[in-house]
Nanobody, 123 residues
């Protein structure tokens, strides 16, 4: 079993930055990912990273968001720059033990989820 705890969300003005963290406890995880869900919208993939550091970012965040991880700390990060009101959502951390060559983009590939952290970007 693993527990995931997100932190770092908050309120920021458009153009600003935030850094989200996701700490995993219990076991080392293979692939970690960030998803988000805005009000009235479906959950969507944001970014993911494998144990070895292979990354994948959704087109909507490429060039603005950067995912990283510290395996020694079993922690993943999401650096979010140039935020816009369209980035407002609850951001969820997800993880899986089974490795893959590439990062899965569908939520059902991740059996473990955090409680979510709210990110609000004001215009």
């Amino acid at each position: 079993q693993v527990q995931l705890v997100e932190s770092g969300g908050g309120l920021v003005q458009a153009g600003g930055s935030l850094r989200l963290s996701c700490a995993a406890s219990g076991r080392s995880v293979s692939i970690m990912g960030w998803f988000r869900q805005a009000p009235g919208k479906e959950r969507e993939f944001v970014a993911g990273i494998t144990w070895s550091g292979n990354t994948d970012h959704a087109e909507s965040v490429k060039g603005r968001f950067t995912i990283s991880r510290d395996n020694a700390k079993n922690t993943m990060y999401l650096q979010m720059n140039s935020l816009s009101p369209e980035d407002t959502a609850v951001y969820y951390c997800a993880a899986r033990f089974t490795g893959r060559v590439t990062v899965p983009r569908t939520g059902n590939e991740y059996p473990y989820w955090g409680q979510g952290t709210q990110v609000t970007v004001s215009s």
